[in-house]
């Protein structure tokens, strides 16, 4: 689900899966769901699509770059190095205003 301010596509973004775990078999209630990591990269003038995080918690790991999070109104700028966390309530998307790609690593409990 977009956020009414936020764009509503993917500019200049690639992303790749990298593992995932069916959690059926992990953790009770987990039928249905994967833990999954993913390297997502936003190329320099890109950003993600406006989304939320109902029922799909994440932590996102900003490997490269500098980035900015526009979450729930508010601009939140962050740097390599940083853990980014965002669960039920957080709208968000992500802007790459730099010269150079951010990478980020999000790893997350998803349905697919």
């Known amino acids: ?7 509503t596509d993917n500019k200049e973004v690639t992303s790749k899966a ?18 999954r990591a993913r390297a997502v990269t936003i190329e320099a003038g890109g950003h993600k699509a406006a989304h939320t995080h109902v029922n799909r918690p994440t932590l996102e790991y900003v490997l490269q770059g500098n980035v900015i999070e526009m979450r729930n109104g508010v601009e939140v700028p962050h740097t390599a190095g940083e853990m980014v966390s ?22 997350d409990v998803f349905k697919p």
């Open 86 to 107: 965002a669960g039920n309530g957080i709208s968000h998307y992500w802007v790459n205003r730099g010269d150079v790609p951010v990478v980020l690593l999000p790893i």
């Open 18 to 35: 990298l593992v995932s775990i069916d959690l059926a078999g992990e953790i009770p209630d987990g039928a249905g769901r994967q833990l």
């Open 1 to 7: 689900m977009a956020q009414s301010n936020g764009p």
